[in-house]
Each structure stands twice: as structure tokens, then as C-alpha cells.
């Protein structure tokens, strides 16, 4: 049996606070690190595929990537499409514009927040968030998914950490052999402690007026894929 710890509520991370541009970048490059590690952007690439497996594959596929940071994913997914034949649009939302559209307009980057998303009804296709959920505290996290779920056509993607003692030792362990900067050494076993259980989510969900969502938990990756 899978024991959850006890949920850091009101706990602050360094990226919750103002911190220097050289600091976020470096820290934004060292979660892009560990996606990379640990499967954390093919997981939400898998998730996306089935969402989407019955588009014709010459219609444009958009994807919304709330709390994107600098692109990294949107960017992969992206190329991803390229390589497969596929046209796909791409649109990173933060609350700190620190990353850059493509020359070509694959990628668009928007400032805003994740609790008030700047666009109408079904924009696209699915709406997608990583490792960004745990940052709200549960009001706004519910803002957060409806707001994702009423700009999606198919569907929401939440990927996050599982939060269990083993994905705590594991990202422990982690983040002092990949990480390079301190503030994910701190960051990332406070944000296993921060994220939402399943339980939690279909909470967070069902006060949001949404379906209960379907989850996949995955252990050695440290990782919950929600999709709503």
C-alpha cells in the first residue's frame, strides 16, 4: 500500500517568491533537467497522444501549456509533431515571461495567471500544466483547472509529483546528483510534500464542476498524470 504523506500546506518555494532573473533561469534549467531524466514531458506526451488520437491528422493540433516557464516543453512537442508529419501550435502561459515565441509562430508565449486564463472557450485542443498545480493552494488550484477546462476542446493534462515518501527520498536524491542549483535542491522534495494526492485532485476537480479525472500514478518516475 501506498501511504501519502501529509500535505505542506501554506509552505513557500523559492520560484513562489521574486527571485533573479539568473536564479530562475538557472533553476527553470535544472526542472527542465529532470523532465528530461525522468520521463516527465513523455508522460504528458503520452497523455496529449491519446487525447488526441482520433484528430485527422491534417488538422492543426493547439496546445495551451500553463505555467510553461521557458517553452521547453512546447518547443518539444513541437518538433515532436514535426517529426511526425503533424502541424501543432503551441502556446506557453507564466506569470513570468522569460521565455520566447519561435520565428516561425509555432510557439506563442502569453503573460498571465494560471487562475485567469486569457482565452475564450475551447482555444485548444488540450490544456496542460506541469509541475505547476502544487504551487496553488486549493482555491486557486480550482480556479486554475476550470479555467484549463473551459479552454479545452478534448481535455486537460496535469502532470505532477506523486506525493509519497518514496518519491520523496527518490527527488531527494535527485535533485543533489542532477540539480546544480540550490533552489531545486530546496524546491524540489518541498514540492513532493506540496502536491496534490489523487484523492486531493478529484476534490479539487469535482469543486471545480468537472468530471472526476482519470489518473495514472507512476512510482519510479515519481509522477501522477491526471486527465480531465
Known amino acids: 500500500m501506498i501511504r501519502t504523506l501529509p500535505r505542506a500546506d501554506g509552505a513557500r518555494e523559492y520560484l513562489d517568491q521574486p527571485v533573479s532573473p539568473a536564479d530562475r533561469e538557472a533553476t527553470l534549467a535544472d526542472i527542465h533537467r529532470l523532465n528530461v531524466w525522468f520521463r516527465g514531458y513523455r508522460l504528458t506526451e503520452r497523455a ?6 482520433r484528430l485527422p491528422g491534417n488538422e492543426t493540433l493547439w ?6 516557464g521557458r517553452g521547453h516543453l512546447a518547443r518539444r512537442l513541437v518538433g515532436r509533431a514535426r517529426r511526425r508529419g503533424r502541424r501543432l501550435r503551441a502556446i506557453v502561459v ?7 515565441a519561435s520565428p516561425d509562430g509555432a510557439v506563442t508565449v502569453v503573460k498571465a495567471d494560471a487562475t485567469a486564463l486569457p482565452f475564450r472557450p475551447q482555444t485548444a485542443h488540450v490544456v496542460t500544466t506541469s509541475l ?3 504551487h496553488l493552494e486549493p482555491s486557486a488550484a480550482v480556479q486554475c483547472l476550470r479555467e484549463m477546462r473551459a ?5 486537460v ?3 505532477d509529483l ?3 515518501r518514496l518519491v520523496l527520498a527518490l527527488v531527494w536524491l535527485a535533485t543533489r546528483v542532477v540539480t546544480r542549483h540550490r ?12 502536491a496534490y494526492s489523487p484523492s486531493e485532485l478529484r476534490t479539487l476537480a469535482a469543486a471545480a464542476g468537472l468530471a472526476p479525472p482519470v489518473i495514472r500514478r507512476h512510482p519510479w518516475w515519481g509522477r501522477l498524470v491526471a486527465v480531465l
Open 48 to 53: 496529449i497522444d491519446r487525447l488526441t488520437a
Open 63 to 68: 496546445v495551451i501549456d500553463v505555467g510553461g
Open 94 to 100: 507564466d506569470r513570468v515571461v522569460d521565455g520566447s
Open 132 to 134: 505547476t498545480l502544487h
Open 151 to 155: 479552454a479545452a476542446r478534448l481535455g
Open 157 to 159: 493534462v496535469v502532470n
Open 162 to 164: 506523486l506525493r509519497t
Open 183 to 194: 533552489f531545486a535542491r530546496h524546491d524540489g522534495p518541498l514540492s513532493v510534500r506540496r
